[in-house]
């Protein structure tokens, strides 16, 4: 695997100078490989989502960022990079605009100047991956229902068929089965398609659920960095500064702490097998 | 949060000075007075005397003068083009050439004296803003108005729009970011490109922006509504306003002002 | 439930909106909730439970039916205020119910609404805003506020005309962990001092505070009970896209395979607890 994002020594200040004047990001050390599903978890306020933005080419702040060959210190590499890499903000369907659902997911595909055939084939398979028929082509996307809207918005993202897609919380504000629904297409472009995904949440569950990387920050800096075991394991460090644990995280670190032998576990499955292990002991005795 | 945050002409600057603390009824009876003192003033004397009450008010409210300055700063570009304008165009004595475009002493005095005007209005203005919450504006406002209730002037109603302007701005400018940086990531740059691409981006950012605030309205006046909100209807206020001696002193010497200021216009 | 005084009463309770007659929002709903109780109205994406909100304090008149407050129809035009005075509404979105500049003015604005004297008004609000943990904030613009602070605000502003029931639609569906946790303590706190509440929400697990659960599909009641009663159906709650806590689940996974699990497991403690057990 190659390094797809490196990240070296990142400051971002906002409004230097003025009584505004805001430090929003320091000390910044990062890497992400290609094909890789990093999430970043933070309290309000740790700078989650200037990071993603600076991954977009959206804030500059001082330090090395490179995004898929691109130096972003350059002007004219920040310009390139929307063609390689996709941006899902929250509540991404406000930036919905056209007359018609199949217009607004080719407005991206037509600023790259693609071929009519290209841009047509490009949006039919992106809401052929979220699930929106061909009956909803010609709708207006303000007719769409709340779920359908974040849909419609996600697959504006995709006919653009980035490398690297930046989730900024793609699914707050859902119910439980439009947030399965959305979360499961992400795992399966990241697992299929080797699209690398970057995910700010606040959602532990989904967290530990699907990302290899979990990297934490705390007022502007990374605070803890590993996979989701390992980080949730810290369950203290991590309710210190205002963050929750996932169920089976918290379970198997209350049980260790009444001197019982688990393994960390991030995911109800894990924990299914780890209480089983317990059960049965118990049952043997 | 970076793009918008420039935007701070006349913002207020938190103090206790005596200006701060005037009635702020006060001190929007205290505008018209002042400009009609910048207006009515002729003659040197005039000129300088019309600028004393607001140089004074400026003294005592402490305002810092890089606050003045980021306030002024777009403002010097319109007015050096007016002078040049009104310099060249104005007919008189020639005072320097350079080709075709002459400019009269008579012009050059115009425009001076128009920029002093202009910029006396608006440091009195700032002066206003900067040490008057927007809170105790609009509430000041929509008191003094009340006559023109009788006229049928919807006096209420104006001052809730503009309580909810107030609200909602920064808002509007979070959110006018949010969707401009997610176009920009679709490849729609109100900056680069062709006019055509241009417009189509600003269209992208402007469609979004006016179905989100219409979203927001009917969600705000269903709240509203579900608070008992219906009008001027036996309502009351929490901000009251208290007249001071000092505040009617205020007025009273900045009356006399003016006065004499118009009075060197007619002997 | 000490006292037993009915509050809200709905009944045979119809809805439909204009655009959609032949669909009905809400289908002959009845429903009796008594002072000093707290409901959790529960239902997937569609299912009603937003517009019944609405129906309790006369944002909606029924198309059927009678919702009466303490008696009084929302039908009779000439008590609406005074049944929206005592049934306060809390919404989703804390941006787009927050009307003054600065918090202390909104705190007052319903207040102002009902014409109260300006003395008493500054009395409530230095009341309301010890009591929510917000007295330093009463000057600040809610666009400084984090999310759950403006909701609190939003409840502190609701609650400062003392009404009788406080209607939640959704108030944590739009903030984070934190703010959530936020409102959810200030929710623990109002129970506590009695406050009838109605909480509409998606979240099993904010719902299990409740004294009772009322499940909504498709614009009927479905299931009602006390929450943990509720929990006995969770095939039926999941097939409507409810969520279940994970403590459940966990649960549900292992007696599937055959473990004995008792059926009232439901967070970590009580997990641990049970695990630990000799």
Redesign the interface.
């Known amino acids: 695997m190659s390094k797809i994002i490196e990240i070296e020594n990142l400051q971002l200040t906002y409004a230097p100078n003025t009584s505004l004047q805001r430090q929003a990001l320091q000390n910044i050390n990062l890497t992400v490989e290609s094909g890789e599903f990093r999430a970043i978890i933070g ?3 740790s700078g989650k989502s200037t990071l993603l933005q600076v991954m977009a080419g959206l804030e500059v702040g001082l330090g090395k960022v490179i995004v898929d060959g691109l130096d972003l210190r350059q002007k004219k590499n920040r310009r390139m990079l929307w063609q390689r890499v996709g941006v899902i903000f929250q509540q991404p369907e406000r930036q919905l605009f056209e007359d018609s659902l199949y217009n607004d997911v080719a407005y991206g595909p037509k600023n790259i100047g693609l071929s009519s055939e290209e841009i047509e084939r490009r949006v039919k398979t992106a809401l052929k991956k979220v699930k929106l028929g061909e009956e909803y082509y010609p709708l207006s996307p303000f007719k769409l ?3 359908q809207q974040r849909r419609a918005a996600i697959a504006g993202i995709l006919a653009m068929e980035p490398k690297i897609l930046l989730l900024d919380e793609p699914t ?2 859902l ?4 947030r399965q629904e959305i979360m499961n297409l992400f795992s399966e472009l990241c697992r299929k398609q080797g699209i690398t995904m970057i995910m700010v949440s ?1 959602d ?2 989904e967290v530990a659920h699907r990302a290899d990387k979990v990297t934490v920050l705390q007022k502007g800096t990374v605070f803890l960095e590993g996979g989701p075991q390992e980080i949730f394991a810290q369950g203290n460090q991590l309710t210190e500064i ?3 644990v ?3 995280s ?2 198997a670190n ?2 260790r702490e ?1 001197g ?1 032998n688990v393994s960390n576990v991030t995911t ?2 894990d ?2 097998r780890e ?2 292990k ?2 049965r002991r118990r049952n043997g005795h | 949060m970076s793009f918008f945050s420039n935007i701070t002409v006349g913002q207020y600057y938190p103090g206790n000075s005596l200006v701060h603390r005037l009635d702020p009824r006060a001190k929007l009876l205290a505008m018209p007075l002042i400009m009609a003192g910048v207006l009515l003033a002729q003659g040197p004397v005039g000129y300088l005397a019309a600028g004393l009450p607001i140089l004074f008010g400026y003294a005592m409210a402490k305002v810092p003068l890089t606050a003045l300055w980021r306030g002024m700063r777009f403002l010097w570009i319109f007015l050096i083009i007016s002078l040049v304008l009104q310099a060249v165009t104005y007919p008189g004595e020639t005072l320097w050439e350079w080709g075709i475009i002459t400019v009269s002493r008579e012009g050059l005095s115009l425009g001076l004296r128009l920029i002093y005007r202009l910029v006396l209005l608006v440091l009195a203005a700032m002066l206003l803003t900067m040490t008057t ?3 105790n504006l609009t509430g000041a406002m929509e008191k003094l108005l009340q006559p023109l209730k009788r006229l049928g002037v919807p006096v209420h109603e104006l001052a809730m729009m503009m ?2 302007a ?2 909602f701005v ?2 509007l400018l ?1 959110e006018a970011e949010v969707v401009m940086k997610a176009q920009q990531a679709r490849g729609g740059s109100l900056t680069t490109g062709s006019l055509e691409k241009r417009l189509g981006a600003t269209i992208a950012l402007l469609v979004p922006l006016l179905a989100g605030s219409l ?2 309205a009917e ?2 006046a ?9 009008g001027d209807n ?7 306003f208290q007249y001071r001696y000092l505040d009617f002193l205020v007025l009273l010497i900045l009356f006399a002002f003016t006065i004499l200021v118009g009075v060197e216009r007619w002997i | 439930m000490v006292h037993n005084r009915v509050i809200l009463n709905l009944q045979g309770v119809s809805f439909s909106y204009p655009d959609t007659q032949d669909k009905k929002a809400l289908d002959s709903i009845s429903l009796e909730i008594v002072a000093g109780e707290m409901v959790a109205l529960l239902g ?3 299912s009603g439970k937003s517009t019944l909100a ?1 129906l309790f ?1 006369g ?1 909606l008149i029924p198309t059927s039916g009678h919702v009466l407050v303490e008696g009084q129809s929302t039908q009779d035009e000439e008590v609406l ?1 005074q049944i ?2 005592k049934v ?2 809390v ?1 989703q ?1 804390p ?8 918090v ?2 909104e705190l ?11 003395g008493e ?2 009395e409530k ?1 230095e009341q309301i805003s010890t009591q929510f943990g917000i007295h330093e904030l009463l000057q600040s ?3 400084r506020l ?2 759950g602070q403006k909701q609190r605000v939003a409840i502190a ?2 609650l400062a ?1 003392d009404p009788e029931v406080l209607v939640l639609d959704e108030p944590t ?2 903030l ?4 959530r946790q936020e409102i959810m303590r200030e929710l623990t706190r109002l129970k506590q001092v009695g406050k009838t509440i109605i909480l509409v929400t ?1 979240d099993m697990s904010e719902a299990l505070m409740a004294d009772r659960i009322v499940i909504l599909e498709d614009g009927k009641i479905v299931l009602q009970g006390e929450p943990k009663q509720c929990f006995s159906q969770e095939d039926r709650l999941v097939k409507m ?3 279940i ?3 459940r ?2 649960a549900q ?2 007696k599937q ?1 055959g ?1 004995d699990i008792p059926n009232d497991l439901l967070c ?2 009580e ?2 607890e049970f ?2 057990l000799k």
């Open positions: 309290p309000q306020g229902s709340g779920g707050a504000g119910d439980p089965k439009g606040h532990m569950e205002g963050l929750a996932p169920f089976a918290e379970l209350a049980l009444r019982k109800l499955a924990a299914e209480v089983g317990m059960l | 919450t927007p809170v309580t909810i107030l609200r920064p808002t979070e979203r927001r969600e705000l269903i709240a509203m509504e579900a608070r008992c909100y219906r036996g309502r009351t206020r929490l901000k009251q | 997937p994406n569609g609405r304090n944002l205020w929206r005075q306060g509404m919404f979105n941006d787009n119910q927050l009307v003054a500049a600065l202390e003015e007052a604005f319903g207040m102002e609404n009902l014409g109260i004297s300006p008004m500054t609000i613009p809610p666009h984090s999310g502003s609701v005309v569906s739009m984070d962990p934190g703010g998606h896209g409810l969520e806590p994970p403590g689940r966990l996974r292992l395979k473990f970590v403690k997990w641990v695990l630990c």
